[in-house]
RNA sequence: GCGCCAGUAGCUCAGCCGGAUAGAGCAACGGACUUCUAAUCCGUAGGUCGUAGGUUCAAGUCCUACCUGGCGCGCCA
């Protein structure tokens, strides 16, 4: 089987390699990487390096501002094939190196041989004009080079209302499909409705059943195995108001339909209101009913990669890797899940996207395998499908956890989640973790307009620049044009950082994009608010000093342009005041 | 039993292709509002990165085994 990991290990491999698309870093990282490298060429022509291969130059921004703008390792990487100790190799590099172009203030080698490179700071504030040109498109890169992906998510049965795990995997699958479309895919979100099988016509049954009770007013459990919820016995009333007492047991093919519109039409409004929408809800049931699933069963088995056993029909999963065969088509001659999904997968294939994103609850692991098997069955590689599990989240109330079970009491729709703690809240939480790890929601905090609250801590970075700019156009000071400004006056070392900060947007999209981890956008924007809020605090931005007030404008402008578009990513508001 | 995910400060978690002294928030303690918004800021304290080996110039990160927790192993969806 072929885990997630493997083959977002695969995808990496191949984005490394794409040239990195913002300006920005073509301008100041990957100009520093070549005049690195064409140094190490001059070295290795000149004998100084032995046999060794030059390896890719690796340029990280390090934590501590004493250890340079970037920090390079290239040295302990090739020191032992060069047959040098690594800070004799870093300083013959250095001396090769000279200014870089004029790009390189001084280097130092640090350590065990790092080169730390403090760059000419002018070039440090280029960002900032980048970022006034390109608006919101800063960020934006072309690295997924208009590969066409779909991300499937949510995908709810239309039995029920959504609960709060089915919005933690809304708000990832949204997010990650803005992220993909920001770093270049062209991104298509897809909602597959489960509207065939057992549990639809369970559906209609228990809404004909409490329709029954309506009319002989009573209201006992439903059977075991049926939809016990009083939405159902809602939509019971509505049918019963609407067309009187005289529908029969023959008409539940027709309540299933009635009912489970109902509920879509519920879900629509609740994933709405978190401001999720999708290009296509496909159904389920135009796969059967087209006679794709049949087909598609037809040609498996003319491959043999299905047989038949026990009067079932069976899927050769085992051969791609699953622990087992999989059943297709069970001896009474109902179709499984996994038929379905096998032909909504060749459909997914046919209608020619290159990458699959099927974001699924956690619980759903063991199916993993044989879906991989089944893209293999039709004929594509196993990482064209990704599989995001998004684990379980517990709700937190009052520091204690509040049962995720559907018993009454204890609130479980998503719906009074959005409604208690809103929507920014809501979204920003579902956000915070790692998708593979629980997320534990305090609801409590989430609701909190408090500054124990991360949300209004980021919102709050975007309404103080707003604010600033409010007091500036009072006091009649004009918003600089960023390519006036004396960016040389920024020199307290928050500026530096910010400028750094900023320039690691585009990749920051990118990785988030290419790891499938929307997560990094919180700790990104978090990141950027605990610079700028003590520089707020402590460096005043409207003075006598004209040219000072200028250039921090400038730099005030880039950042709440950078906050929205980071906040546009995540789908939430960016307030003007607070 | 097999498989997947996780295990990092008292609690909740970051840590991007392996890099320098492992970082935040909360909770605790002590400070800062006559200012462009204090929903903010400054300071103090807090660590055997589950355990044991291994690979490497370098391991929280990679490999192996084990421990703990969650989940999954059906002709269920």
């Not at 994933?271 to 999720?276: A, K, P, Q, V």
Request: charged fraction near 25%; include cysteine.
């Amino acid at each position: 089987m072929t885990c997630p990991r493997v083959a977002r290990a695969l995808v990496s491999r191949v984005l490394v390699y794409s040239s990195l698309s913002d300006e920005i870093e073509r301008q100041m990282k990957e100009k520093l990487a070549k005049s690195i490298e064409k140094a190490l060429e001059a070295l290795k022509a000149a004998g100084e390096l032995g046999d060794a291969d030059i390896p890719e130059v690796q340029l990280a921004i390090p934590k501590q501002a004493e250890h340079g703008d970037y920090a390079c390792n290239i040295a302990m990487m090739l020191a032992k094939k060069a047959g040098k100790n690594p800070r004799e190799l870093a300083g013959r590099i250095v001396e090769t190196l000279g200014d870089g172009g004029g790009l390189i203030e001084r280097t130092e080698i640090a350590g065990p041989g790092f080169l730390n490179f403090f760059l000419k700071s002018e070039g440090l504030f280029d960002v900032v004009k980048t970022i006034a040109t390109q608006g919101e498109a800063f960020g934006r890169s072309d690295a997924g080079a208009g590969k066409r992906v779909m991300v499937e998510f949510v995908s709810a049965n239309p039995t029920g209302p959504l609960h709060v795990g089915h919005g933690r995997g809304a708000v990832i699958g949204d997010v990650l499909a803005n992220l993909l479309a920001a770093a270049g895919y062209a991104v298509h979100r897809e909602y597959y409705i489960n509207d065939a099988g057992v549990q639809m016509n369970n559906l209609g049954r228990s809404t004909y059943l409490r329709y029954r009770q309506l009319i002989e007013g009573t209201s006992e459990p439903l059977p075991e195995g049926l939809y016990q919820g009083d939405y159902i016995v809602e939509y019971a009333k509505e049918l019963r108001a609407g067309r009187g007492d005289g529908i029969g047991e023959d008409a539940i093919g027709e309540l299933t339909v009635f009912t489970a519109t109902k509920i879509l039409d519920m879900i629509r409004a609740d994933l709405d209101r978190l401001g999720i929408r999708f290009d296509e809800w496909f159904s389920e049931k135009t796969l059967h009913d087209g006679g794709q699933v049949r087909e598609k069963l037809d040609g498996l088995r003319a491959r043999d990669l299905a047989y038949e056993k026990d009067g079932a029909l069976w899927f050769r999963t085992e051969q791609f890797g699953d622990d087992k065969d999989r059943v297709l088509v069970k001896s009474g001659g109902e179709k499984t899940y996994l038929a379905a999904d096998v032909a909504y997968h060749a459909n997914k294939i046919d209608r020619g996207f290159d990458e699959l994103v099927d974001i699924w609850g956690a619980d759903h692991h063991g199916y993993v395998a044989r879906m991989k098997a089944a893209i293999q069955a039709l004929g594509k590689p196993p990482e064209m499908l990704t599989v995001m599990l998004i684990q379980m989240v517990n709700l937190v109330r009052g520091g204690e956890r509040v049962s995720m079970s559907t018993r009454a009491g204890s609130f479980v729709t998503l719906r009074e989640l959005v409604d208690e703690a809103g929507k920014d809240a809501t979204r920003y939480f579902f956000l915070m973790r790692r998708y593979d790890s629980q997320l534990d929601f305090d609801v409590d905090l989430a609701k909190e307009k408090s500054n124990q609250n991360p949300v209004f801590y980021v919102q709050y970075m975007h309404a103080r620049i707003c604010s600033v700019f409010a007091k500036a156009a009072e006091e009649g000071v004009s918003i600089p044009d960023p390519t006036d400004v004396d960016f040389s006056l920024l020199t307290a070392p928050e500026e530096v950082q910010i400028a750094q900060q900023l320039a690691e947007l585009p990749n920051v999209i990118e990785r988030a994009a290419r790891d499938r981890e929307p997560h990094r956008l919180v700790t990104y924007i978090y990141d950027l608010a605990s610079t700028f809020h003590p520089y707020y605090f402590q460096h005043r931005v409207i003075t006598d000093d004209a040219a000072l007030t200028a250039a921090r404008l400038a730099l005030y402008a880039a950042i709440r342009q950078v906050t929205q578009n980071v906040l546009a990513l995540m789908g939430i508001d960016a307030p003007e005041s607070m």
